[in-house]
């Protein structure tokens, strides 16, 4: 997606909490490295940002990355869903990516996955004040509309288009949530007779869990509801090596955040032990929504050469380098 002829953007930097700040540090070194000229403008968000302004999310951060061309995240604790949900309402980010692919040295379980779910990011189970108390227990309200599934499945199909993928397979649980899933299966076979050349399937979700184990090579685009979607792409994420290696960006018709999934990680906050690559593989997802395809294939190249040579490695990939160390070699492959 190319929102621009340029090579100068100006990019909202939040670091968050915990180890977010470490890989947003080494990510932005790499970056340096690239023939872009970035602006980085640096704003606050998460539980220190509480403990400092007594709010998760202060407005003038929210006007950043408004004003912004893109917004890189790195991790919030437990004021996330206070943080990264908000966001997302607030922006309009309709869509969740989370590629999940295999790269060498990094325990995955297959080493010929390469796949993208497509979440729907501002309904489901995942919206704000839809819980309450009752007498006996509590309630959540699920809401499915035809407007935001009709673009996030249309948007997996023109991801597929444009990224040369030939299938899109819908994940839902229509057998039993008969009204909000079974919506969406039928929005999904109205939109995909739009796409003749794109090959559709659906599967239950139950069923897609244990697909991921015994058979991911099928998958090329899963597109899907909130919930499942967050659940279905950590274990995507357990499939090829763990959070560490999982990217996600967040796309809205004028805004995109690009954040890792693993999380603010406090045990081993601030002791340079965390992985690098899912906040450089977020960085690299940037690039792409940027327009700024040859650099991104650069840093690919370089994360890749770097795990294929196995010695800059983190230790949750069996090495021993720290955070930065392994950054630098990343950079020094560019």
């Known amino acids: 997606m190319n929102i621009s002829n340029k090579n100068s953007y100006k990019i909202a930097v ?35 940002c509480k403990e400092k302004k007594g709010i998760a999310l202060p407005k003038e951060t929210l006007d950043l990355i408004k004003n912004s061309d893109a917004c890189l995240f790195g991790a919030a604790g437990e004021t996330a869903s ?3 949900v908000r966001i997302r309402q607030e922006m309009k980010m309709f869509a969740n990516l989370r590629p999940v692919k295999s790269y060498p040295n990094t325990n995955a379980l297959f080493d010929n ?19 309450e108390l009752i007498d006996d227990g509590a309630i959540a309200k699920r809401i499915i509309t035809k407007e935001a599934e009709e673009r996030i499945i249309r948007y997996a199909f023109d991801y597929a288009m444009q990224n040369n993928k030939n ?32 090959d559709a399937e659906d599967f239950y ?23 499942f979607g967050d659940i279905l792409s950590d274990e995507g994420a357990g499939i090829v090596g763990g959070l560490g290696l999982i990217p996600s960006a ?33 960085a690299e997802m940037m690039l792409r929504y940027l327009g700024e395809n040859k650099e991104a294939d650069r840093l690919d190249n370089a994360i890749l050469k770097v795990l294929e040579e196995g ?24």
């Open 14 to 48: 939040i670091p968050g909490d915990g180890i977010g700040v470490e890989v947003m540090e080494a990510t932005i070194k790499v970056l340096d490295g690239l023939d872009i000229d970035f602006e980085y403008e640096y704003g606050l968000a998460g539980d220190k």
């Open 82 to 84: 206070d943080v990264i």
């Open 113 to 131: 996955v390469d796949f993208m779910i497509v979440r729907e990011n501002t309904e489901g189970l995942y919206i704000a004040n839809q819980e």
């Open 167 to 198: 299938k899109v397979t819908a994940v839902h649980k229509a057998n039993v949530l008969k009204k909000t899933d079974g919506l969406f299966k039928e929005i999904f076979y109205e939109i995909a007779e739009e796409y003749p050349d794109i």
């Open 205 to 227: 979700v139950d069923a897609t869990a244990m697909y991921l184990i015994t058979n991911p090579e099928n998958f090329e685009v899963i597109v899907t509801t909130n919930l």
């Open 250 to 282: 967040n796309i809205g018709e004028d805004a995109a955040l690009f954040e890792p999934v693993h999380g603010s990680a406090p045990d081993i906050a601030g002791e340079k032990k965390a992985n690098p690559i899912a906040m450089l593989l977020s």
């Open 311 to 334: 010695v800059e490695l983190t230790g949750d990939l069996g090495g021993s380098a720290n955070t930065f160390e392994m950054a630098r070699a990343i950079k020094n492959n560019l």
